[in-house]
Every structure is written in C-alpha cells, then in structure tokens.
C-alpha cells in the first residue's frame, strides 16, 4: 500500500541551527501538509501546500520555517534557526485532491529534539 | 478557532468489552476523520465520515457522524488487546484551495488480556 515516508527518524540539533525534514509523498497526490506534536499535546496543522506554493500556513508556520517541493519526489520543511520549543514530532501529510470526504495520509514522523 | 473534544481522555477495559469513545465540537464539520496512533508513530487513518447521520462499520468498530455533524462517536465491540491505542478525531473543513484538520487529544485506550 502506498505510503508517505519521512526522514530523518530522529535528529538532534543545537538551538540555532538549521534543521531540514524531508518526505516523500504518495506518488499521486497532489496536496501536501505538515503538521506537529509536541509531546503530549495535540496534533496541529502548520502549512499545506499546491502547485508549488503555500496555500494556508498556521500562526506557528513564521518567518523560520519554510517548505519546498524541489523535485518531483520531495517535500521539505526547513526551519532556519531552531529553538529548544521547536522539539516536536513533526508528520508529513498527503492528499489526492481536495473536497468533502477528502483523505489525509500521513508519514511515521520525524522526532526532532532541539538541545 | 474549532475545538474538538474527546472523551474519555483514558480508558481501561478488559478484553471482550465494548466501549464508545466521544469527539464534541461546537462547530460544524464538513467531514471527520478518525485515526490511530501508536507511541512514536504517525496517526494511520481509521475512517472518513462525511455525511450527517453516517454509520461507517470496520469489522468490530462502528463509526458515526452526528445528525448536525458537530459530533461523532466510535464504538468497539468485543475489545481485544490489539485495539489499544490513542484514538484521535479529526475535523476538516474545505473550500478554495485549502485543506486542514483539526485534532482533538485523543482517547488514550487500553485493552487488558
């Protein structure tokens, strides 16, 4: 069964540097999100993403954070210079199409701990 | 902004029970989402409900939308150990060119042998 993929799994950052996630959605979808969570908190919606620009972003989505889609196969969230409440899990999300019963997928996540 | 609350928050029942856990809003939903999610994993879809007073079956988990689709509930009949879990809703709307759901805390279940 087709699935998103994220990496890294895991990855440890000082505070100030710049962390890139990377994921690959599913092949035929054409809308792409990420979301958050922070541990014990909920799941929370930072950006989506069409025809290779943003379409909505959540106050937490600033000036730190950017996405790209830099080829065909990839969707990246950057986050230039990272503080220590940026530690979270951070889930790519895909989705065919947009509309009433729409579905959205998501990756396995990237634990981002930022020390 | 649209909440979505979810009760209980923690649930314990021994195998072979039933149970139903709750997602509330205030708000109007075009459609709802359930999903699973494991410690350290991302949450892997149950069911999509869209219509008000929808009944979705997967195998022994019954899903509903409530009439003013406000509300749902997942109901697990005959729990097994396999079915523990956070249980998270998820809310969405749509319309332009945007697409986000909103998550309730879940309902943290756990099926003793």
């Known amino acids: 069964e087709p699935e998103v993929t994220q990496t890294p799994s895991h990855q440890v950052t000082q505070m100030g540097q710049e962390v890139i996630l990377r994921c690959v959605p599913i092949?035929?979808?054409?809308?792409f999100y990420w979301y958050r969570q922070i541990l014990g908190q909920k799941v929370e919606f930072l950006v989506s993403f069409y025809n290779n620009e943003i379409s909505e972003k959540s106050e937490i989505f600033d000036d730190q954070f950017s996405v790209e889609r830099p080829d065909g196969s990839n969707f990246t969230l950057k986050i230039r210079s990272t503080k220590l409440e940026d530690s979270a899990m951070y889930f790519c999300a895909s989705s065919p199409r947009l509309g009433v019963g729409n579905t959205i997928y998501f990756g396995e996540g990237s634990w981002l701990t930022v020390v | 902004t649209q909440l979505l609350e979810q009760s209980p928050q923690f649930l314990s029942i021994q195998e072979g029970e039933n149970l139903t856990v709750y997602c509330n809003s205030s708000s109007v939903f075009s459609s709802l989402q359930w999903y699973r999610q494991e410690p350290g994993e991302g949450p892997v879809l149950l069911v999509t409900?869209?219509?008000?007073?929808e009944v979705k079956k997967l195998k022994r988990l019954t899903f509903q939308f409530g009439d003013a689709r406000k509300d749902s509930s997942l109901h697990i009949t005959a729990a097994q150990p396999g079915d523990t879990g956070l249980y998270l809703c998820a809310g969405a709307r749509s319309g332009g060119s945007n697409y986000k759901l909103t998550f309730g805390k879940g309902t943290l279940l756990t099926v003793n042998p």
């Open positions: 409900v869209v219509t008000g007073g």
């Open positions: 092949s035929n979808h054409l809308y």
